[in-house]
C-alpha cells in the first residue's frame, strides 16, 4: 500500500519499498520529458526534471488515495519554494481500467474538488472564488496553483498522455515574471507553441492563453480534451464563507 510520502526522481530510483507500477509511471513520465527526440512541450517541467526539483507522490485506487495526496500536497506546499524556481508536484494514481477521455475529466474534477472539501485553509482573499473570473486559480492551504491532468486516454493530445491518470500541481509562484508583457513570458510561451505543433497530432488548443488576462479562464486549460473542444461551465464548487490569507494548521 502507497504511503502519504514525497519523492524525488532519486528516491524513486533507489526506493525498495515501491511496487512496479509506480517505478514503470515514473519510467514513462521520465523518458517523455528528457527525450531529445521528442522534445516535451512544458519547458519549464523539463527544466524543473533536470534540476532535480520536482516532487512526486503515488496514490493509491481507494479512499485512502486522497487522503494520502491531500496530505501530500499539504506538506509540499509548505515548502515548496525553499525547492526552486521551476518546482511542480506531480501525483500519480494507481492504474486500473482504463477509462474514456469524458470519465477521466469527470474523475479528475472530483479529486479536486475532494481535495478543497479536505482543505482546512481558507481560500486566500486576493485569489477570486469565481472559476469564471480570470484571476481564478485552484487553491489548496492558502496557495494558487496551476493543475494539469493527463491520462491514458489522451491519443492525439500527446502533450496530455500519460501511463495512467496523473495530475501536476504548479504553485502559482513558479510563474511570476512569466506573462505577457515580459521578453522571458514571450520566449517560453513561442517554444511551448512551436513544440506543441510537432509533440501533438491535433492543433495548440484555443483556450491556452496568458493568466489574468480579460478572456482568460484557467480552469478550462486544466484538462483538455483531444479535440478543441471543453466543458462550458466549471464543475468545481469553492465552498463559502470568510476568506482570509492567514493560515492554520492542517492538523
Given at each position: ?6 519523492y524525488?526522481?532519486?528516491n524513486?530510483?533507489?526506493?525498495t ?13 521520465q523518458?517523455?520529458?528528457i ?17 532535480d526539483?520536482?516532487r512526486?507522490?503515488?496514490?493509491s485506487?481507494d479512499?485512502g488515495?486522497i487522503e494520502n495526496?491531500?496530505?501530500?500536497l499539504?506538506?509540499y506546499?509548505?515548502e515548496?519554494r525553499?525547492?526552486?524556481r521551476y518546482t511542480?508536484?506531480v ?6 481500467e482504463?477509462?474514456s ?36 486559480e485552484?487553491c489548496?492551504s ?7 491532468c ?6 492525439e ?5 500519460s501511463k ?21 513570458g514571450?520566449h ?7 513544440r ?7 492543433p495548440?488548443?484555443p ?5 489574468g ?6 480552469w478550462?486549460?486544466?484538462?483538455l480534451?483531444d ?5 462550458q ?9 470568510k476568506?482570509?490569507?492567514s493560515?492554520k494548521?492542517?492538523?
Amino acid at each position: 500500500m502507497t504511503t502519504s510520502q514525497i519523492y524525488t526522481a532519486g528516491n524513486i530510483l533507489a526506493s525498495t519499498s515501491l511496487g512496479t507500477w509506480e517505478k514503470e509511471c515514473f519510467s514513462v513520465f521520465q523518458h517523455d520529458l528528457i527525450s531529445k527526440d521528442r522534445p516535451f512541450p512544458c519547458v519549464l517541467g523539463v527544466e524543473g526534471f533536470k534540476q532535480d526539483l520536482l516532487r512526486f507522490c503515488f496514490a493509491s485506487a481507494d479512499e485512502g488515495g486522497i487522503e494520502n495526496l491531500a496530505a501530500c500536497l499539504y506538506q509540499y506546499l509548505q515548502e515548496f519554494r525553499t525547492i526552486g524556481r521551476y518546482t511542480s508536484f506531480v501525483a500519480f494514481f494507481e492504474p486500473g481500467e482504463t477509462l474514456s477521455l469524458a470519465e477521466y475529466e469527470q474523475k479528475f474534477w472530483g479529486v479536486l474538488q475532494a481535495l478543497h472539501e479536505r482543505d482546512e485553509y481558507e481560500w486566500p482573499e486576493d485569489t477570486p472564488q469565481d472559476p469564471s473570473h480570470p484571476l481564478w486559480e485552484f487553491c489548496f492551504s492558502g496557495e494558487p496553483i496551476f493543475v494539469v491532468c493527463n491520462t491514458p486516454a489522451h491519443l492525439e493530445r500527446k502533450s496530455r498522455a500519460s501511463k495512467t491518470f496523473m495530475i501536476t500541481f504548479q504553485p502559482r509562484w513558479v510563474f511570476e515574471g512569466l506573462d505577457e508583457t515580459s521578453k522571458k513570458g514571450q520566449h517560453v510561451k513561442k517554444i511551448v507553441r512551436k513544440r506543441l505543433q510537432t509533440y501533438d497530432n491535433v492543433p495548440v488548443h484555443p483556450e491556452l492563453g496568458w493568466y489574468g488576462q480579460a478572456s482568460n479562464r484557467e480552469w478550462k486549460q486544466y484538462f483538455l480534451r483531444d479535440d478543441q473542444d471543453g466543458l462550458q461551465t466549471c464543475p468545481f464548487q469553492t465552498k463559502r464563507g470568510k476568506v482570509h490569507a492567514s493560515k492554520k494548521s492542517l492538523y
